[in-house]
């Protein structure tokens, strides 16, 4: 079992900045895959990041693509996002998730994976 916390969120300017943190209590952090999703009112929850367990291997959502970058600590068991030049469009509330897909590769699907945080809102003004 793990347990997720988001932080970070909060009220920015477009063309801003924000740097998401999740932290993970539990076992084994580091045989999940880890991944970051957002959802805005009347929308379905999107995939916007994805890590592999090491960390080696990364992927994003074209939304965010060369905006974002996706990493983790293992040694803190914590996954973070940076985001940049952000947009009114990117409001929502973005939430980290835990996997653990039997060979370890990074997926995209809400249904693939099995913990998920609270959630942290961010909210981009123009």
């Known amino acids: 079992q793990v347990q997720l916390v988001e932080s970070g969120g909060g009220l920015v300017q477009a063309g801003g900045s924000l740097r998401l943190s999740c932290a993970a209590s539990?076992?084994?952090?580091?045989?999940?895959?880890m991944g970051w999703f957002r959802q805005a009112p009347g929308k379905e929850r999107e995939f916007v990041a994805g890590?592999?367990?090491?960390?080696?291997?990364?992927n994003y959502a074209d939304i965010v693509q060369g905006r974002s970058t996706i990493s983790r600590d293992n040694a803190k068991n914590t996954v973070y996002l940076q985001m940049n030049s952000l947009k009114p469009e990117d409001s929502a509330v973005y939430y980290c998730?835990?996997?653990?897909?039997?060979?370890?590769?990074?997926?995209?699907?809400?249904?693939?994976?099995?913990?998920w945080g609270q959630g942290t809102q961010i909210t981009v003004s123009s």
């Open positions: 890590i592999s367990r090491s960390g080696s291997s990364t």
């Open positions: 539990g076992r084994a952090f580091i045989t999940y895959i």
């Open positions: 998730a835990a996997g653990r897909p039997v060979d370890g590769s990074v997926r995209y699907g809400v249904n693939e994976y099995d913990y």
